[in-house]
């Protein structure tokens, strides 16, 4: 096991990522993710698939990934990009790997439950099957409605390595799921793929939550320096996390509520004996908060940060950073998912990164607290 440190200076786990490219596209899709991954200490293994070949069957098409991979020590990571998540699971069963990382993906080959929802956007204008079983993308076309929120360099240089995309003549060779972690990114803005879709197989299927990120469905070519960020989080060691699960006695829409409205919000926040003299909390996704803490000794502190979603009642993500923070204080990011369990609620809450045990310890203390005096205001049905 290898350990470098990332440009935070925080200690990260070495990886070599794998990442497979989707249909229509090739490996130089990865170029700028390659680059921001490498500047994190990791590597990346970018195979050509054959996704253009329409007598390419799903062996042939994980040769090439299984083959890439095979000399690479300590940490995997297989990224599976859209119509190649299929192909992903096949790599994460073939040989081993720390984790399999969805992205944006089709998920063909997963046998769905009738209930899932329709995984494309409605009216999306596929290119037309043609003769030979492929299907092109005009240029003009690729650029309007693939890469319509790219830079326009960005856009030119994946329409130069566009080819044409044909489905496996076989059936999918795998029933189930490998047995390692796995994560599914999805994006917002996707432009192929519901979100619904997405967040339904993560949940349903997979069994883990999702992910959102505030792109479109190539990540890699319009946020590189973040999803590398992200995929860094993910490999395992590169933060220390905080991890909080608790049931509180209400209804999702009010236990959302007492986090965004300020008058509930200033009656449960903070540690024990805290006080909330002021709060001003804009909950909407840019919109920023300032909190001031009083302890029960010393002068008043304060916490401020933006949102990064609000999504009532399902979900709701904040920078968490101290006004005066300590040499050990680092600005973070708090994560939160609020599952409906009828007339109670799950609140899972996840904050990271921390520098050390200590300052974890602490926040975790701090919540712990926060969240005895919440659920004590909501047995009392003091509630928004």
């Known amino acids: 096991m290898m350990i470098g440190a990332n440009r935070r200076g925080i200690p990260t786990l070495v990886a070599t990522f794998g990442l497979l490219h989707g249909a229509w596209h090739d490996s130089s899709c990865w170029e700028p993710l390659t680059k921001c991954l490498e500047t994190l200490g990791h590597s990346a293994i970018t195979p050509e698939l054959p996704l253009h070949d329409p007598e390419a069957g799903y062996a042939q098409r994980v040769q090439p990934p299984i083959e890439a991979l095979a000399g690479a020590d300590g940490e995997v990571v297989v990224v599976a990009h859209s119509q190649s998540s299929g192909l992903g699971a096949l790599v994460a069963a073939a040989r081993p790997v720390s984790m399999l990382v969805y992205l944006c993906p089709r998920m063909g080959g997963v046998e769905l439950p009738?209930?899932?929802?329709?995984?494309?956007?409605?009216?999306?204008?596929?290119?037309?099957?043609?003769?030979?079983?492929?299907?092109?993308?005009?240029?003009?076309?690729?650029?309007?409605?693939?890469?319509?929120?790219?830079?326009?360099?960005?856009?030119?240089?994946?329409?130069?390595?566009?080819?044409?995309?044909?489905?496996?003549?076989?059936?999918?060779?795998?029933?189930?799921?490998?047995?390692?972690?796995?994560?599914?990114?999805?994006?917002?803005?996707?432009?192929?793929?519901?979100?619904?879709?997405?967040?339904?197989?993560?949940?349903?299927?997979?069994?883990?939550?999702?992910?959102?990120?505030?792109?479109?469905?190539?990540?890699?070519?319009?946020?590189?320096?973040?999803?590398?960020?992200?995929?860094?989080?993910?490999?395992?060691?590169?933060?220390?996390?905080?991890?909080?699960?608790?049931?509180?006695?209400?209804?999702?829409?009010?236990?959302?509520?007492?986090?965004t409205d300020p008058e509930v919000l200033a009656r449960w926040w903070g540690p024990a004996r805290f006080k909330i003299p002021h709060l001003e909390v804009e909950a909407r996704a840019g919109g920023g908060y300032r909190i001031e803490m009083l302890p029960p000794e010393g002068d008043s502190f304060f916490l401020s940060g933006k949102f990064r979603q609000v999504d009532p009642p399902e979900r709701l993500a904040f920078i968490f950073a101290w006004e005066q923070p300590d040499l050990d204080d680092v600005e973070n990011l708090v994560e939160l998912m609020f599952v409906n369990l009828g007339d109670s609620t799950r609140v899972r809450m996840r904050q990271a990164p921390f520098k050390t045990e200590a300052r974890q310890a602490l926040h975790r203390a701090g919540w712990t607290d926060s969240f005895d005096k919440l659920e004590r205001l909501l047995s009392r049905g003091e509630s928004p």
């Open 114 to 259: 009738d209930d899932a929802p329709a995984p494309f956007r409605e009216g999306f204008p596929f290119p037309a099957n043609l003769p030979d079983g492929t299907s092109a993308w005009d240029p003009d076309s690729a650029r309007e409605v693939m890469y319509g929120r790219l830079a326009l360099e960005r856009a030119r240089a994946l329409v130069r390595h566009l080819r044409p995309m044909a489905m496996p003549p076989d059936d999918y060779p795998f029933d189930g799921h490998p047995d390692v972690p796995t994560a599914l990114i999805y994006a917002a803005d996707d432009e192929f793929f519901e979100p619904a879709f997405e967040r339904f197989v993560a949940r349903e299927v997979l069994g883990v939550d999702p992910i959102e990120i505030p792109t479109g469905h190539f990540p890699m070519a319009e946020d590189p320096e973040g999803l590398a960020e992200l995929l860094d989080r993910l490999a395992g060691g590169s933060e220390r996390a905080l991890e909080i699960d608790r049931v509180m006695p209400a209804a999702r829409e009010v236990v959302f509520a007492a986090f």
